[in-house]
């Protein structure tokens, strides 16, 4: 059983940075994938990034590119790194594990409890 926690959501305002991370505990594949999504309510759940937990370039979303920066720290810990924050980027924050590198919420198998980042103008 793999659960994920994401931590270090906020309040900011825009043009600020924040981090967000995910722990993971439980087995985790070296092949497995880490996603990061983001949802507001009312709109499906957006691809943010991802990452191969053994390692790699990540990919971004378009929207994203540039500002945002996925990083793995151990071989449980995950962050994303999110600078130059627009009104746009506010939503819940969702990291995932799956086992395809894909960009399809679908795709993937866990999901941790989400965490909720609001920018301000």
């Known amino acids: 059983q793999v659960q994920l926690v994401e931590s270090g959501g906020g309040s900011v305002q825009a043009g600020d940075s924040l981090r967000v991370s995910c722990t993971a505990s439980?087995?985790?594949?070296?092949?497995?994938?880490m996603g990061w999504f983001r949802q507001v309510p009312g709109k499906a759940r957006e691809f943010v990034g991802l990452?191969?937990?053994?390692?790699?370039?990540p990919l971004y979303a378009d929207s994203v590119k540039g500002r945002f920066t996925i990083s793995k720290e151990s071989m449980n810990t995950v962050h994303l790194q999110m600078t130059s924050l627009k009104v746009e980027d506010t939503a819940v924050y969702y990291c995932?594990?799956?086992?395809?590198?894909?960009?399809?919420?679908?795709?993937?198998?866990?999901w941790g409890q989400g965490t909720q980042v609001t920018v301000s103008s």
């Open positions: 990452i191969r937990w053994r390692g790699g370039s």
């Open positions: 439980g087995r985790i594949l070296s092949s497995s994938v």
């Open positions: 995932a594990r799956g086992s395809q590198y894909s960009t399809d919420p679908k795709e993937y198998f866990y």
